[in-house]
């Protein structure tokens, strides 16, 4: 009886040594994910910072070549997309709708003929979305 009981716990100590692993390896999978996830959205507001440098640059020489600012544009929308399907965080969510709202305003101005639309709001969005990224 003493080696039934034994064994039982043997048997018992066993599975409770693979569940307490499987559950440390998903923590550790999930951590990593949100890490890759975090990197990511921090990788892709940095692109979106570049695009944005160069909106305005384009913005101030849009007499010489209108194509420039909405090549920009279409920049920051790739990024925003990328940043969009890879992320459910609230608040990197709505940054993103933010910045897509200020950069669709740039487009239909150039598009009604304002050459110099004011960027303000696309670079304010970007900086939010950079802060809601490394926060």
């Known amino acids: 009886m003493a080696a039934s009981r034994r064994s039982r716990r043997g048997r018992v100590t066993a599975i409770a040594a693979v569940v307490a692993a499987?559950?440390?390896t998903a923590g550790l999978t999930t951590g990593c994910d949100a890490v890759n996830k975090a990197l990511d959205c921090v990788q892709t507001a940095d692109t979106i910072a570049d695009s944005v440098t160069e909106l305005q640059q384009a913005v101030?020489?849009?007499?010489?070549d209108p194509s420039q600012?909405?090549?920009?544009?279409d920049s920051i929308d790739k990024s925003l997309r990328k940043i969009g399907d890879k992320t459910d965080d609230a608040d990197v969510n709505k940054a993103v709708d933010d910045l897509n709202k200020a950069v669709d305003n740039v487009r239909t101005a150039i598009k009604n003929g304002d050459s110099a639309p004011d960027v303000r709001p696309v670079t304010d969005a970007a900086g939010e979305l950079t802060k809601v990224c490394t926060s």
């Open 22 to 24: 499987a559950a440390l």
């Open 69 to 73: 600012a909405d090549a920009s544009l």
């Open 60 to 64: 101030e020489n849009a007499a010489n």
